[in-house]
């Protein structure tokens, strides 16, 4: 298995600009999380996905941010409009549903808005 | 509510020596704890876990971790650090029931002197 995907790595947009990050989960893994990385805040959890649904989506800073996942192998991050404070490394990871698994992340999206 | 604190934000040593990072966690059930390394420019890869198995756990690269619950705490330590083990380093803690959320702790970066 290729491991979690994301794309792109690397965004760079414009303040008022929607972004979409999307990931690849790895095949068979039922959970899924979207992390926000910054210096001064850490790793953040924003979402939070089993089977598809959202189970806990209380780390979404704002109504500009939305996830999706409309199927097993697919999910995207969406901040609409975009703003210079939301600058940061943006993780997506999956997990099997085995209490004792460990989440398997991405490389990243490296999102500057300027 | 889950959660971990992690006791120094930047911990320096010297090659050679013994790498301590600490490890609080809060849990009201019994936890499952992870220890993640970050790469610069990498995503989080997995050092070790422990799943109540047994609570001296060892990991890839001589880290090993010793979950006590007394002290509620899960220290990871490495006998002689190296040059290579410099990176971030998350504690992350998930709930040992039903919840595959995980909660990782703000980090310490670990840098290894000549």
């Known amino acids: 298995d290729a491991g979690v995907i994301q794309s792109p790595r690397h965004e760079v947009t414009e303040m008022g600009q929607e972004v979409t990050l999307r990931c690849k989960p790895i095949s068979g893994h039922n959970s899924l999380f979207w992390y926000r990385q910054t210096m001064m805040r850490g790793l953040e959890l924003l979402i939070y996905?089993?089977?598809?649904?959202?189970?806990?989506d209380s780390g979404m800073p704002e109504d500009r941010f939305s996830a999706k996942m409309p199927n097993a192998s697919f999910s995207t991050l969406k901040i609409q409009p975009s703003e210079p404070r939301d600058s940061a490394v943006y993780f997506c990871a999956s997990s099997s549903d085995r209490l004792n698994t460990e989440a398997f992340f991405g490389q990243g999206t490296r999102l500057t808005v300027v | 509510a889950q959660s971990v604190t992690q006791l120094g934000s930047h911990v320096s040593v010297s090659e050679g020596a013994l790498v301590l990072l600490r490890c609080n966690y809060s849990s009201s059930v019994p936890p499952y704890l992870f220890w993640y390394v970050q790469y610069p420019n990498q995503g989080l890869q997995l050092l070790l876990k422990?799943?109540?198995?047994?609570?001296l756990v060892k990991g890839i690269n001589g880290f090993e971790a010793e979950f006590k619950k007394s002290e509620t705490s899960f220290h990871l330590t490495k006998p002689s650090a190296h040059m290579s083990d410099a990176a971030e380093y998350f504690c992350a803690v998930t709930r040992g029931d039903s919840s595959y959320k995980l909660i990782f702790g703000s980090g310490t970066r670990l840098l290894v002197r000549p």
């Open positions: 996905f089993n089977n598809n649904v959202p189970i806990d």
């Open positions: 422990y799943t109540s198995a047994a609570t």
